[in-house]
């Protein structure tokens, strides 16, 4: 833009030169909004800019608006789920296919499985082969269009969406961690004695870290869990995985931004800590 208004106040410096009946002030004048241009010009691409990104954003909201709302409500009333859903873990997966939209392929097509109580169970494949899809079928986030999951012999499309994504666990790859205390990310719903949470630090081995700050349990953690590691968040993550004391627990690449001795701790608890409970372990095959 600086070079096209060079250009311009170049042009009119020779027009004025040429014509030399012009009056000295009208050239003035003429020289003067020529160097203006370069700002007009800037601001008009500035703008052009801005209302490129404010037409995408208006693109999304209206894609939103258009996305048809999860059933919530299910099948099966709250009398009809046990109160200990899921007890044992046993997973069945039948002809599973997936897809995120009806219009787009399917991630997933006709996936059999069948995974005992207690069971570890490792997925491994390449960037993009549908091993995230796969978890996220687990809590019914993207279209299940054929075929079922089946936990403790429930068929998990009839279940409300709240009581089945508040009965199982997921650790994925970048730790959640909320504004607040340690104490409210470990147990949000407040249902746990402090001896549990205490349990469940000195399992993730965070117990040290978390006793060296001031407050303890109810030490600050700032939006992300930016005052932590990495690894730590990871740990963090785990702990609240073992308060809730869900019978499945699905890990969607969790070592895959930690190093290696959080790598090591995290699959200690989770063969130790974790002995009873159903895990389900997606990892990236990076040779593949």
């Not at 789920?81 to 009806?102: A, T």
């Not at 970048?174 to 249902?191: A, T, V």
Request: charge should be neutral; aromatic fraction near 6%.
């Amino acid at each position: 833009m600086e070079y096209i208004g060079a250009c311009v106040v170049l042009v009119a410096a020779v027009a004025s030169i040429t014509n030399s009946p012009l009056p000295s002030g009208l050239v003035g004048l003429g020289l003067t909004y020529a160097l203006m241009v370069s700002n007009y010009l800037n601001w008009m691409v500035r703008n052009l800019s801005d209302m490129e990104i404010q037409l995408g954003a208006v693109k999304r909201i209206n894609s939103l608006l258009k996305t048809e709302s999860e059933n919530y409500k299910g099948l099966l009333s709250a009398s009809q789920i046990p109160q200990n859903w899921p007890e044992s873990g046993e997973i069945q997966i039948q002809n599973l296919s997936v897809r995120y939209d009806s219009m787009l392929k399917p991630v997933l097509k006709h996936v059999n499985a069948h995974i005992t109580p207690g069971q570890k169970i490792g997925i491994c494949g390449r960037t993009g082969s549908g091993k995230s899809s796969f978890s996220l079928a687990f809590f019914r986030m993207v279209d299940t269009f054929q075929g079922r999951i089946v936990i403790d012999g429930i068929d998990i499309a009839k279940l409300p969406l709240q009581t089945l994504r508040s009965r199982l666990s997921i650790i994925l790859q970048d730790p959640i961690l909320f504004s607040g205390s340690i104490r409210f990310n470990l147990d949000p719903e407040n249902k746990c004695t402090d001896c549990v949470l205490w349990e469940a630090l000195e399992i993730a081995q965070l117990k040290h870290v978390v006793k060296a700050l001031p407050g303890g349990l109810d030490a600050a953690v700032t939006e992300g869990g930016e005052n932590f590691s990495v690894g730590q968040r990871q740990l963090f993550c785990l702990a609240r995985a073992f308060v809730r004391k869900s019978s499945i627990l699905i890990m969607d690449e969790a070592t895959a931004s930690i190093d290696m001795a959080t790598e090591n701790i995290l699959q200690k608890v989770v063969m130790t800590a974790f002995q009873e409970r159903t895990v389900v372990i997606i990892a990236v095959c990076r040779m593949m």
